[in-house]
């Protein structure tokens, strides 16, 4: 089974550009989140959507990051404008629909690294 | 602090001998989660432990609960070199609206050959 699919794998971009980052979650998954990860502050959730429809964007850092979720099985999370701060690595992950989410591992994509210059 | 931080923060050991990291947590729990991430890869699930359950276990790897205490560890037992990587645990609180799954920072294990 393929796992989930993020893209690009690496993206090295300068200040003040537009930088949006793909995620195709497993088939059949209901939930979907974006973290991000970096040395001081660890792994933080983002945001998640469930049956692609955003259900706690309160980790979205300011108003320059946005995520869509235009249907099951593809994501965005785009940020305009970039600011050297954004860098770190981004991680999209799916789990199956339970009682809650909490019940289901989360299957995570190898993240894109992001560096803004 | 953070939700869900790790002891220690680095453990080298060498192949063979077991590995024992620990988790403690500040609010009460639904479950709490173990996950490996290999440099350059996404973290993988590895065991989930509920509020109920005081240990588990699966392959190599047991995972204990103490609510009362509010912490968790992971045993790997008989560790090999495939083993070095970064383990997480990650806690699932129960706040409302705001429940999410929080992550450690995690801890980085060696394993010498």
């Known amino acids: 089974d393929a796992g989930v699919i993020q893209s690009p794998r690496h993206e090295v971009t300068e200040m003040g550009q537009e930088v949006t980052l793909r995620c195709k979650p497993i088939?059949?998954?209901?939930?979907l989140f974006w973290y991000r990860q970096t040395m001081m502050r660890g792994l933080e959730l983002l945001i998640y959507?469930?049956?692609?429809?955003?259900?706690?964007d309160s980790g979205m850092p300011e108003d320059r990051f946005s995520a869509k979720m235009p249907n099951a099985s593809f994501s965005t999370l785009k940020i305009q404008p970039s600011e050297p701060r954004d860098s770190a690595v981004y991680f999209c992950a799916s789990s199956l629909r339970g009682a809650t989410y909490s019940n289901q591992p989360q299957h995570f994509g190898d993240g894109t690294r992001l560096s803004i210059l | 602090s953070q939700q869900g931080e790790e002891d220690p923060q680095a453990l080298s050991i060498q192949e063979g001998e077991n590995a024992t990291m620990n988790c403690s947590y500040k609010t009460s729990i639904n479950n709490l989660q173990w996950y490996r991430q290999n440099s350059g890869r996404g973290l993988v699930h590895l065991i989930l432990i509920r509020s109920n359950e005081r240990e588990k276990h699966s392959g190599r790897l047991r995972v204990t609960l103490d609510t009362s205490k509010k912490s968790s560890s992971l045993l790997i037992t008989a560790s090999r070199a495939a083993d070095t990587a970064s383990y997480f645990c990650a806690s699932y609180s129960l706040s409302g609206a705001n429940s999410k799954l929080t992550f450690g920072k995690g801890i980085t294990l060696s394993v010498r050959p």
């Open positions: 959507f469930n049956n692609n429809v955003p259900i706690d």
């Open positions: 088939s059949g998954h209901d939930y």
